[in-house]
């Protein structure tokens, strides 16, 4: 006899094409990349159909700029859990706030300023050189980079500003009234951070795998 709950809205139908199975691999700790492109992929797919139309309502993009800034917080946890086994292998200290980077700490908060920070330390530790392809020549480098962060975390640095349009904090709105600015342009600067974050993903795997594979040979 099963023990499982009877369940009223995630429930499996064989006869249906749309089932899904999430956490197959049972390795939460190595999907975060793989969550941060979904949550991409929803937001773009948004912006596709938002634009699309004739007009929309100003606070349409809100789920898109939350769904955006998520994936970007998934990508940098991500390189931060990346970055904690590299820097075991070579058996040197990798900081976050000024102390040993633990995981457990990497979830007490959605602040993406610091994530940044283990970021440079992992990109210097391996002498990246950062010239971000960006044909509107907002990005050139690292520095560029951490400015378009510290902009995210200045709005929004507990990834609450778009889903809710008061800050029980200052007891005020969540934006300055009348707050402006073009979804499109938003997008076209956030892919080259995305994109940025996601190489960052691949060649830090690539390097995780070639001192393993260095350390077996030895």
């Given amino acids: 006899m099963s ?17 899904v199975t999430i956490n197959w691999q049972n390795s939460p700790l190595s999907e975060f990349g793989i969550y941060a492109g ?103 480098n690292f520095v560029d980079f951490e400015a378009a962060i510290a902009e995210i975390d200045e709005l929004d640095s507990g990834s609450y500003t778009f889903r809710y349009p008061y800050d029980k904090n200052t007891g005020t709105a969540s934006l300055d009234q009348e707050f402006s600015f073009s979804i499109s342009l938003f997008q076209d600067g956030i892919n080259i951070i995305l994109d940025a974050l996601d190489g960052a993903s691949m060649q830090l795997k690539s390097e995780i795998s070639n001192l393993i594979n260095n350390q077996k040979i030895i």
């Avoid at 023990?3 to 089932?19: A, C, T």
């Avoid at 979904?38 to 699309?52: C, V």
């Avoid at 993009?61 to 917080?73: A, D, M, Q, T």
């Fill in 38 to 140: 979904a949550y991409r992929k929803a937001a773009e797919n948004l912006t596709t159909i938002l634009l699309a139309g004739n007009s929309f309502h100003d606070i349409d993009p809100c789920p898109i700029i939350f769904l955006y800034r998520h994936s970007i917080e998934l990508y940098l946890k991500e390189i931060c859990l990346l970055g904690y086994d590299l820097f075991n292998l070579l058996d040197k200290q990798l900081l976050l706030h000024g102390r040993d980077l633990e995981i457990d700490k990497l979830w007490n908060n959605h602040k993406l300023s610091p994530l940044v920070n283990v970021l440079r330390k992992i990109s210097d530790q391996l002498n990246w050189k950062w010239d971000l392809e960006d044909s509107f020549n907002h990005f050139k």
């Fill in 3 to 19: 023990n499982k709950p009877n369940r009223f809205l995630f429930e499996v139908d064989q006869s249906r094409y749309d089932n």
